[in-house]
């Protein structure tokens, strides 16, 4: 287990210990809790969030949530440390741990800093088809988190799992700075798609961008092509200029996410429907209207 030092006996009350013995499972279970539970959890006066990692679709059926490598909560804890050093927010990271589990496979956990009056873009979506959000509010996210994933961008981190519900607005001021969270199997791409470390940030490759894009415009169209659609024409442009698309550029650069949205579409419809009839839950965060 990875964490502070001060921090390690705070956990151990709270109820997380390095040998996994006390689980996160037996948490409270927290309110931003989507198609699996958060562990909610006081360290040392802080309210955090513990998540477990778990497979999508057919994996999750075959190990459940086991995984061969035990390196991933780490990762993304030294990735929210260089993202929040760069000015961007994301959770802080409390502790990560990788505990082995018999006869082959690590159990995965991190436990991340709560942020307090936020909802998910996700969330919102779900609650403007309910009535329960105004579409003034929506559009103010939509700009939030089209300024916050144009940072990303610039310093050369693509999200893996770009989606609504990994980017959180302020509740009380939707056009504050928004969050990226669930970092997971994220990275800061160099020049040529390698894979970068440490040392000056470079953009994010064109190609990747409209990839980037084009994976959060299909968890859009999947939601709405579930519940019905609440973006307008006007609402994605004003996330393209928010995100820094120039006016001249708007129909281009549409068209370029769109194609990379499309080029695999019949894969993840397949993911999808395992997801839905051997994966996970419903997503308590976006039920339909």
């Given at each position: 287990?990875?964490?502070r030092?001060?921090?390690?006996?705070?956990?151990?009350?709270?109820?997380?210990?390095?040998?996994?013995?006390?689980?996160?499972?037996?948490?409270?279970?927290?309110?931003?809790?989507?198609?699996?539970?958060?562990?909610?959890?006081?360290?040392?006066?802080?309210?955090?969030?513990?998540?477990?990692?778990?497979?999508?679709?057919?994996?999750?059926?075959?190990?459940?949530?086991?995984f061969?490598?035990?390196?991933?909560?780490?990762?993304?804890?030294?990735?929210?440390?260089?993202?929040?050093?760069?000015?961007?927010?994301t959770?802080?990271?409390?502790?990560?741990?990788?505990?082995?589990?018999?006869?082959?496979g690590?159990?995965?956990?991190?436990?991340?800093?709560?942020?307090?009056?936020?909802?998910?873009?996700?969330?919102?979506l779900?609650?403007?088809?309910?009535?329960?959000?105004?579409?003034?509010?929506?559009?103010?996210?939509?700009?939030?988190?089209?300024?916050?994933?144009?940072?990303?961008?610039?310093?050369?981190?693509?999200?893996?799992?770009?989606?609504?519900?990994?980017?959180?607005?302020?509740s009380?001021?939707?056009?504050?700075?928004?969050?990226?969270?669930?970092?997971?199997?994220?990275?800061?791409?160099?020049?040529?798609?390698?894979?970068?470390?440490?040392?000056?940030?470079?953009?994010?490759?064109?190609?990747?961008?409209?990839?980037?894009?084009?994976?959060?415009?299909?968890?859009?169209?999947?939601?709405?092509?579930?519940?019905?659609?609440?973006?307008?024409?006007?609402?994605?442009?004003?996330?393209?200029?928010?995100?820094?698309?120039?006016?001249?550029?708007?129909?281009?650069?549409?068209?370029?996410?769109?194609?990379?949205?499309?080029?695999?579409?019949?894969?993840?419809?397949?993911?999808?429907?395992?997801?839905?009839?051997?994966?996970?839950?419903?997503?308590?965060?976006?039920?339909?209207?």
């Amino acid at each position: 287990m990875a964490c502070r030092a001060a921090d390690e006996p705070r956990l151990a009350e709270a109820g997380f210990t390095a040998d996994g013995k006390r689980s996160a499972e037996a948490l409270a279970d927290a309110e931003e809790s989507g198609r699996e539970p958060l562990g909610l959890l006081e360290v040392g006066g802080v309210t955090c969030l513990a998540r477990r990692f778990t497979h999508g679709g057919l994996a999750r059926a075959l190990t459940g949530a086991r995984f061969r490598d035990p390196a991933r909560p780490f990762e993304e804890l030294v990735l929210s440390e260089r993202l929040r050093a760069l000015g961007i927010r994301t959770p802080r990271v409390i502790a990560a741990r990788a505990v082995a589990v018999p006869p082959v496979g690590y159990e995965l956990t991190i436990v991340t800093e709560r942020m307090d009056g936020v909802r998910d873009l996700g969330w919102m979506l779900g609650d403007v088809r309910r009535g329960g959000t105004s579409h003034r509010t929506l559009q103010q996210a939509l700009e939030s988190a089209g300024r916050l994933i144009a940072d990303l961008h610039r310093v050369g981190f693509l999200h893996a799992d770009l989606q609504p519900a990994n980017l959180l607005i302020e509740s009380a001021n939707p056009a504050a700075p928004a969050t990226a969270i669930d970092l997971d199997r994220s990275s800061f791409v160099k020049a040529g798609d390698g894979r970068g470390g440490e040392g000056a940030v470079e953009p994010l490759p064109e190609s990747l961008v409209h990839k980037n894009l084009g994976r959060l415009w299909r968890h859009v169209a999947r939601r709405e092509a579930e519940y019905g659609a609440t973006l307008s024409r006007a609402d994605r442009v004003r996330f393209l200029k928010a995100y820094g698309v120039p006016r001249d550029q708007l129909a281009p650069f549409s068209a370029a996410i769109a194609s990379a949205a499309e080029s695999k579409g019949l894969g993840h419809r397949i993911g999808w429907w395992i997801e839905r009839y051997l994966g996970r839950g419903p997503d308590r965060r976006a039920a339909a209207p």
